[in-house]
């Protein structure tokens, strides 16, 4: 029996792992969860739960609290966007596994948080960091040759950069293959996201730049793959269904039966992979050159990036601005000589009223 925090429980990582702990009460035990929007589905999971007012925290602040409050086996990290940093941080200096589906705190906090981590206490929840920890256990790290994050490619793949001018919010919103919030949607159209998840995946599993690759798959099914040095790719596949990197990431390393159906092999399947076009989408380039710089470079391009999308969303800037204002945002930043907690809420605070600047230019 596992007992697990769940932070950010209304949102959709946070919804589908109360679901995989509702459906399955002989692995695990919901201690506390924390929430920054709809107080009514919130109540509604205490309730459900049994959880009382000492065990749920409204708040990115209150959530890093709670984390370090209760005695816990599992943190499931959802909060959206780089304020789930604290969280991470207490998570990790707790002693307690880290679920990890806020990518943005471990982006931003970069080595902050990995020097904090004692190896293995952090199990991706992303898709696609889940599936490449499943294809690593076909081999040791000496044999890994290259990891293969895949993408949608959004709902613009194959558009020109003249397509893209011409957008809007609400067919950005329309992902083809993923149920998501506002932001990440949006990056998924822009490929941010993507570029974010390639920071991701170098952290993580400790693989340089050069030896992570992107391919563009529309089905969504192959997760991501890892290819071994002596040829062999090995690729994890599965339903969309969001509920099998949260289960596994609550339960690591074991599996948890039924979490989701399987694929069915009594019927056809194309599954196709293209070359992305950084030439039309500069924003996986951007953000390799964002980690390769490291230090607060990528808690810049995130903030800048938050900035733009809600500039993007409230009709102030277009499209392809988006990463017109992340560019300048990370061009025009000079980062502090020692990397700390102060600095990078520094310059994201720095990135977010540059970025706004820019934004208020260009309107």
Aim: aromatic fraction near 6%; charge should be negative; charged fraction near 20%.
């Amino acid at each position: 029996m596992r007992k697990v925090i769940v932070l950010g429980s209304t949102g959709s990582i946070g919804t589908q792992a109360l679901e995989v702990i509702q459906k399955n009460p002989d692995r695990f035990e919901l201690v506390g969860i924390s929430y920054n929007a709809n107080k009514e589905l919130a109540d509604s999971q205490a309730k459900q739960f049994g959880l009382a007012g000492d065990q749920v925290a409204v708040g990115a602040d209150m959530a890093a609290e709670l984390v370090l409050a209760i005695g816990a086996d599992v943190v499931l990290n959802g909060i959206t966007g780089s304020a789930g940093l604290k969280s991470t941080i207490a998570a990790l200096k707790s002693g307690k596994t880290l679920a990890l589906a806020n990518k943005e705190s471990l982006i931003v906090g970069g080595e902050l948080v990995t020097k904090l981590a004692r190896p293995g206490q952090i199990v991706p929840v992303d898709s696609e960091h889940s599936a490449i920890a499943q294809c690593l256990r076909s081999g040791s790290e000496l044999e890994v040759e290259k990891l293969i994050l895949t993408a949608s490619g959004g709902p613009f793949r194959g558009f020109s950069r003249e397509q893209l001018k011409q957008v809007t919010p609400a067919q950005a919103l329309k992902h083809p293959t993923w149920d998501m919030g506002k932001v990440v949607t949006t990056n998924s159209a822009t490929l941010v996201n993507k570029g974010l998840e390639v920071i991701e995946a170098s952290l993580l599993f400790g693989i340089g730049f050069e030896r992570i690759e992107v391919s563009v798959h529309p089905q969504s099914i192959v997760h991501s793959m890892v290819e071994f040095n002596d040829g062999s790719v090995i690729a994890q596949a599965s339903v969309t269904d969001m509920k099998l990197p949260v289960a596994l990431g609550m339960a690591w390393p074991d599996r948890v039966p039924n979490t989701t159906e399987p694929l069915d092999w009594s019927k056809a399947h194309t599954w196709n992979f293209e070359p992305l076009d950084e030439s039309v989408f500069s924003a996986i380039k951007l953000a390799r050159a964002v980690g390769i710089k490291a230090q607060t470079f990528p808690a810049v391009f995130n903030a800048a990036n938050e900035q733009a999308v809600d500039g993007f969303h409230a009709g102030k800037i277009g499209f392809l601005q988006i990463l017109d204002v992340i560019s300048e945002t990370v061009q025009a930043h000079t980062p502090e000589s020692t990397l700390s907690l102060e600095s990078v809420l520094e310059a994201e605070r720095w990135a977010r009223a540059t970025a706004d600047s820019l934004i208020a230019k260009w309107q």
